[in-house]
């Protein structure tokens, strides 16, 4: 008998430990159509104004990183510089219209997902995007800031990956 309720403590606490990461709730823009729609409009006219293809700000994340834990905490951070340094403008909103609504939706995307996040911003994958992001800059403001707009969608895509509840 006490076999037994050893091996149920043990399969309990096993299986408590794996579902952890199930309880980070999973933000409803990350599954919304009207979101998805209204990146890609945006990101696509940044894409065609960016005559620079050799560069990306964004780290390559493989599927297998994607699927890491930690992995939605390192998106997460990366769009909050995100909202704080390209997205926060309104001097955007002529040039992308659909800006406001991705804003407020990566928004909440970032609400929900911070709060689960044990680390801070200093992560070296968060350390390099804004490394790159900050030497880009100088060249041309605008130019570093169409390139990450142009990259909205994957650093979405992302998250849409990396923050999903994993079995």
Not at 32 to 37: A, H
Not at 125 to 130: I, L, W
Request: glycine content about 2%; some cysteine; proline content about 5%.
């Amino acid at each position: 008998m006490k076999l037994l309720t050893l091996l149920v403590v043990i399969c309990w606490c096993f299986l408590r430990g794996q579902a952890m990461h199930l309880t980070r709730p999973r933000p409803k823009p990350l599954d919304s159509p009207v979101t998805w729609n209204d990146l890609y409009m945006m990101t696509e006219h940044a894409q065609h104004e960016d005559k620079d293809h050799e560069t990306r700000l964004l780290p390559v994340f493989s599927e297998v990183m994607l699927n890491e834990e930690d992995t939605c905490c390192i998106n997460t951070m990366i769009l909050d510089y995100y909202l704080k340094h390209v997205l926060h403008a309104d001097e955007h909103i002529e040039k992308y219209p659909q800006i406001r609504f991705v804003r407020s939706d990566l928004h909440r995307v970032a609400q929900v997902l911070k709060p689960h996040c044990s680390y801070s911003a200093e992560h070296p994958q968060v350390t390099e995007y804004k490394e790159r992001y900050s030497a880009f800059e100088p060249t041309s403001r605008t130019l570093a800031r169409n390139k990450a707009v142009g990259e909205t969608i994957i650093l979405f895509h992302y998250l849409y990956v990396s923050c999903s509840a994993r079995m």
